[in-house]
């Protein structure tokens, strides 16, 4: 598909299983960060942000944690189900005149029945 | 909700034609982003508006681009003279407030190929 790129990411998980997908920012100055979905031949579809006062958040099935230490963060999604199998791009943005939201390359879930 | 309805949602076009691609935000949004994606790239904002006004156009990738709000229910994104480089998946997302800190709500998209 279009969101595919040539060195993206890839993790196959059985249904049923947990999944955890990484991803490393660069701004040190971000304090905003999102996650969202890609299906084939769709928009991006918000899955849940995080500001940079807190380290953990959770929603229904999904858990967000951000280390600012390291710059990284990681989206888990608990009990994969096949319709979870999309592209996942986190993004962040550092605020003020910065309008932009940075988003990485994605990473490719395939769950597998 | 319809959410974010864009249109077309795939344009062909030979190099050198005028494209237009429509985005209607969702109502009450007062934000409005454009965004381009592709494979080698991946997702980059062209540009960003708030309450109808251009804000941040630095994503714009040159005067062939150009973008306008009339009103808060409507945006336009136009390509004049397209060329095969611009071929992508372009998107339109809304949010309400200011920035870039609120959940944006993506469209579809258009898939935009110049031959």
């Known amino acids: 598909g279009e969101n595919v790129g040539l060195h993206l990411p890839t993790l196959s998980v059985q249904e049923g299983d947990n999944s955890i997908i990484n991803c490393a920012y660069s701004?040190?100055?971000?304090?905003?960060f999102i996650w969202y979905k890609q299906e084939s031949g769709k928009g991006p579809q918000f899955i849940i942000d995080?500001?940079?006062?807190?380290d953990k958040r959770q929603g229904q099935r999904v858990t967000v944690l951000l280390n600012k230490t390291v710059k990284h963060l990681s989206l888990q999604i608990a009990a994969t189900q096949p319709g979870d199998s999309a592209v996942y791009f986190c993004?962040?943005?550092?605020?003020?005149?910065?309008?932009?939201?940075?988003f990485g390359k994605g990473t490719l879930l395939t769950v597998n029945p | 909700d319809a959410g974010v309805i864009q249109s077309p949602r795939h344009e062909v076009t030979e190099m050198g034609q005028e494209v237009t691609l429509r985005c209607k935000p969702i109502?009450?949004?007062?934000?409005l982003f454009w965004y381009r994606q592709t494979m080698m790239r991946g997702l980059e904002l062209l540009i960003y508006?708030?309450?109808?006004?251009?804000?941040?156009d630095s994503g714009m990738p040159e005067d062939r681009f150009s973008a306008k709000m009339p009103n808060a229910s409507f945006s336009t994104l136009k390509i004049q003279p397209s060329e095969p480089r611009d071929s992508a998946v372009y998107f339109c997302?809304?949010?309400f407030g200011v920035g870039a800190k609120n959940i944006q709500y993506f469209g579809a998209g258009t898939r935009l190929s110049v031959l």
């Open positions: 109502s009450g949004h007062n934000s």
């Open positions: 993004a962040e943005n550092s605020g003020g005149s910065n309008y932009k939201l940075t």
């Open positions: 997302a809304s949010s």
């Open positions: 995080i500001r940079s006062n807190m």
């Open positions: 508006f708030n309450n109808n006004v251009p804000i941040d």
């Open positions: 701004n040190s100055a971000s304090d905003y």
